[in-house]
């Protein structure tokens, strides 16, 4: 039941996505028309339904992109966990992008010292994710794929696969209720909704649980420390990412530079206890993915 669930999800995620991405533009044009309206005192729309500037038109567009980046989160839960986790960084690139406009837009109305900073930290921490997302996926396709996913054949095996397509079905579902109470949310006016902060902190707590079943899952299978070590390592970076969000952003960005040099470097060592040299690493890690 779980199984084919799964299925006729991963057979509509496509229209899904597309839906998504159409409903992002649209509600971009739909934002810059209420923008110009509203400037004109056409309309007189709830504070919370008109950009006050240009730029904040793109607040609801991005917003929208990042639960399709979610869904796509959410899809590569079927895959390795080190897959899981490059998607995870992906998304909060997004969040350090929506971030940016953000401060920005910001800009028109405050040239202060603080705001001029916090545009440079997100600028520059964007593009070093940038690259050290990229570095990642080609550790991972080179030397890492598929090393770090266990399986066990027989009854326990399939018990551990069914228990972990729960999992993935309850994410799943974890994050289609989430999105629908901040939407309704937003337009009935409940505080505190519109895919905020507020929304990106209760779908990462959801992910940490994931990934801590994940964690536990693969203890099943293989009890090595080198094992504990690694998956404790892709926690822990979901954990400071959590834990960062909220913070101001000379604190939030360093935050997430770090956690994904620490799961970086954790991957380095996972090849050089399986005999690799360092050198010979870096080489692989040059050639593209």
């Known amino acids: 039941m779980i199984q084919k669930l799964i299925d006729h999800f991963n057979q509509i995620l496509p229209k899904i996505q597309q839906t998504i991405i159409i409903i992002a533009l649209a509600s971009f044009f739909i934002s810059i028309a209420i923008y110009f309206a509203s ?36 899809k590569a839960t079927a895959g390795s966990f080190i897959g899981f986790v490059i998607v995870q960084f992906e998304v909060i690139s997004l969040i350090l992008l929506r971030d940016l406009f953000k401060r920005i837009d910001e800009l028109q109305q405050d040239y202060s010292l603080t705001v001029i900073t916090d545009i440079s930290i997100v600028a520059v921490g964007g593009i070093i994710l940038y690259f050290l997302i990229e570095v990642l996926e080609r550790i991972s396709k080179h030397f890492v794929e598929g090393e770090l996913k266990e399986e066990i054949p027989g009854k326990e095996g399939k018990r551990l696969r069914q228990f972990k397509m729960f999992l993935e079905l309850f994410l799943l579902l974890f994050l ?64 400071v990412v959590l834990a960062s969000l909220e913070s101001p952003t000379y604190v939030r960005v360093p935050l997430v530079i770090g956690s994904l040099l620490f799961v970086i470097a954790t991957l380095f060592l996972h090849g050089f206890a399986r005999g690799k040299r360092f050198g010979s690493m870096l080489e692989e890690v040059q050639k593209k993915a």
């Open 39 to 74: 400037f004109q005192n056409l309309i007189n729309l709830p504070e919370r339904f008109t950009p006050a500037t240009f730029l904040s038109c793109l607040a609801v567009p991005l917003s929208i992109l990042l639960v399709y980046e979610l869904f796509l989160l959410v």
């Open 176 to 239: 289609i209720v989430v999105v629908i109470y901040e939407v309704i949310g937003y337009f009935i006016g409940i505080g505190n909704t519109g895919l905020n902060t507020n929304f990106v902190q209760i779908i990462f707590s959801g992910l940490i649980v994931y990934s801590i079943a994940q964690l536990l899952l693969v203890l099943i299978v293989n009890t090595r420390y080198e094992t504990l070590f690694e998956h404790s390592a892709m926690v822990l970076a979901s954990v």
